[in-house]
Nanobody, 124 residues
Framework: VQLQASGGGLVQAGGSLSLSCAAS????????MAWFRQAPGKEREFVTA????????YYADSVKGRFTISRDNAKNTVYLQMNSLKPEDTAVYYC??????????????????WGQGTLVTVSS
């Protein structure tokens, strides 16, 4: 499965940005999807996840109430809507997929497929 992320860019603090991640295969609907991020000099961390149907979502405490994950299985695409962005949200954002759902305790080494990453920069 190939994952293609897009939508990153530069935004001022308090602003919004939307990311998309398109999957290459129809097996997308069987995959649980997630977004991770990696800030400069830091380890990759879990941001949010959504189960295969879209019926369950999970968020890191740092983004709860500000970020929303969603998916459209007909379009093989997962989305991340980011509102009220903060400078500390600056990172490369990666979409990820796996056959097993780890909810909000999803470690990076349990990802089956990674996207290429898209840079989000939030200026203060």
């Amino acid at each position: 499965v190939q994952l293609q992320a897009s939508g990153g860019g530069l935004v001022q603090a308090g602003g919004s940005l939307s990311l998309s991640c398109a999957a290459s295969e129809r097996t997308f609907s069987r995959l649980h999807m997630a977004w991770f991020r990696q800030a400069p000099g830091k380890e990759r961390e879990f941001v949010t996840a959504i189960n295969w149907s879209g019926g369950s979502t999970y968020y890191a405490d740092s983004v709860k109430g500000r970020f929303t994950i969603s998916r459209d299985n007909a379009k093989n695409t997962v989305y991340l809507q980011m509102n009220s962005l903060k400078p500390e949200d600056t990172a490369v954002y990666y979409c990820a997929a796996a056959l097993r759902l780890y909810a909000s305790s999803w470690p990076p080494d349990r990802v089956d497929y990674w996207g290429q990453g898209t840079l989000v920069t939030v200026s203060s």
